[in-house]
């Protein structure tokens, strides 16, 4: 079965900006949940949505926004972009809230700031 | 807040040498999670722990979730070179918390 995919793979956007990133879970998974992978700072949890609610949030400015459709995919928007914001953003898809399944990650969308 | 703790940051082992990683958690968990990602690539899913004390194998690799479920290891038995990757451990409480993972990189 297919993966998580995640659009665009790269992205290259001036500061001040703002980008939209696209995830879509597995077939029948209805969790998706958002991170921010840096090398300094590692994994950090952004956002989680099952059925089209977010359930859980992160540390991360407001300028951090997500939503989830009906079908499950799910997008992940960053207005006014900052430097700092360059980062690896990953998307993970469960079947269901909470680490009960597994979550199965998406090769993620690497996003430069300039 | 809730913060999960992972050591070392950074393993150098000969290959053949055992390795362990240890994760803990400044509270109770209700599960751990252990996860792979190879460089250049993105984490995945090794094995869940749920129970307290409880001790799972995966071949090579074994995983313990400790008896106040607020620590965890991971002890890989022999280290090959497809061994190498960067292990992380993700912790639930009330949302899942990922450590900042171990890097092991394997001396042929």
């Known amino acids: 079965k297919a993966g998580v995919t995640q659009t665009p793979r790269y992205l290259i956007k001036t500061r001040g900006q703002q980008v939209t990133l696209s995830c879509s879970p597995i077939s029948g998974h209805r969790s998706v949940s958002w991170y921010q992978q840096t090398p300094g700072q590692g994994l950090q949890f952004l956002f989680e949505?099952?059925?089209?609610?977010?359930?859980n949030k992160g540390n991360f400015p407001g300028r951090f926004s997500g939503r989830q459709f009906s079908n499950s995919r799910s997008e992940m928007n960053v207005s006014t972009l900052e430097l700092g914001d360059s980062a690896l953003y990953l998307c993970a898809s469960s079947l269901a809230p909470g680490a009960d399944y597994g979550y199965t990650f998406g090769s993620g969308t690497r996003l430069t700031v300039v | 807040g809730q913060q999960v703790m992972q050591i070392p940051q950074y393993q150098h082992v000969q290959e053949g040498e055992d390795f362990t990683t240890y994760c803990n958690s400044s509270?109770?968990?209700?599960?751990i999670q252990w996860y792979k990602q190879r460089p250049g690539g993105h984490p995945v899913f090794l094995i869940q722990?749920?129970?307290?004390?409880e001790v799972k194998k995966q071949k090579r690799l074994t995983f313990q979730f400790g008896e106040a479920k607020k620590n965890s290891s991971l002890h890989i038995t022999a280290t090959q070179t497809t061994d190498v990757g960067t292990y992380f451990c993700?912790?639930?409480?009330?949302?899942?918390?990922f450590g900042k993972g171990t890097r092991l990189h394997i001396l042929p």
């Open positions: 949505y099952f059925s089209e609610t977010q359930r």
């Open positions: 993700a912790g639930e409480d009330d949302k899942i918390i």
């Open positions: 509270t109770t968990l209700s599960n």
């Open positions: 722990l749920v129970k307290s004390g």
